[in-house]
């Protein structure tokens, strides 16, 4: 299995690459193979079982086709790959330089100047270390990275970092206002403040038309559960908070 992967992985992505030895190669040791089901897969083949079947497949149709039976048919094949890759290519040439590729150009400017000016970007357009930061994230990057260089987390016990992040995946837009700590509250504050940074570089470079609503993103109606709930606070307690905030939304 492992040989016929690098062989598939040989001739997948370029056509160019389809010469004659890895074709034969791979014939050899798929001839060897009955049917794809008798095959032991494992999670890391899984990459190429498809890629498998199908040439299984159309080696199997090959007997009905007459061209196969030719005695230039392996030229006659480069020369088809050769073609369909040059296809392939203008078509993606093609696409770079048309409207719909070019349409969010202006957008992606603009983006890249606030990178820069929140210092994610060099004027080379280099990555920075908050840029390389960022990258590091899976969503919610810039808000994530300013946290952290801000040292935002460095004062904060667990709980209540947990808690304030809460704010980012709660979705509910009704619900009671949480009785938050003194604690919870400036860090509330502070999130907001350093959120609102990130959109007064959006809003300068035209990205968006105003900060008006920038705090309609942040949800911090779970804040106070998640807190009483990492502090192990009486379940009872916990969940006639919950229902106290979901309790605005019902019927709606």
């Not at 296809?87 to 603009?110: G, H, T, V």
């Not at 004062?155 to 947990?162: C, G, T």
Request: net charge neutral.
């Amino acid at each position: 299995m492992e040989g016929i992967k690098k062989n598939l992985q040989h001739m997948r992505f370029n056509p160019r690459n389809w010469d004659r030895t890895p074709i034969d190669t791979l014939s050899r040791e798929m001839m060897q193979i009955k049917k794809p089901s008798e095959l032991n897969y494992e999670v890391k083949d899984m990459d190429g079982v498809d890629l498998l079947n199908n040439i299984m497949k159309q080696r199997g149709a090959m007997a009905n086709y007459s061209c196969s039976k030719c005695s230039t048919f392996d030229d006659h094949f480069k020369q088809t790959s050769e073609l369909m890759f040059v296809k392939k290519e203008l078509e993606r040439i093609a696409y770079s330089l048309s409207y719909q590729s070019l349409q969010f150009m202006p957008e992606f400017e603009d983006r890249v100047r606030v990178l820069k000016r929140l210092r994610y970007l060099g004027n080379e357009d280099q990555l920075k270390l908050k840029g390389k930061a960022a990258c590091a994230m899976s969503t919610s990057e810039l808000v994530i990275t300013e946290l952290v260089f801000d040292n935002f987390f460095k004062d904060l016990e667990i709980e209540a970092i947990v808690a304030i992040l809460s704010c980012m995946v709660f979705q509910q837009k009704r619900c009671s206002d949480p009785a938050l700590t003194p604690e919870l509250e400036a860090a509330k504050k502070q999130f907001l403040t350093l959120a609102h940074k990130i959109v007064e570089a959006e809003v300068a470079e035209k990205l968006r038309p105003n900060d008006a609503d920038f705090e309609e993103q942040f949800r911090f109606g779970l804040v106070e559960v998640v807190y009483r709930w990492l502090k192990e606070k009486s379940s009872q307690r916990s969940c006639s908070i919950l229902m106290w905030t979901r309790e605005p939304s019902l019927g709606v």
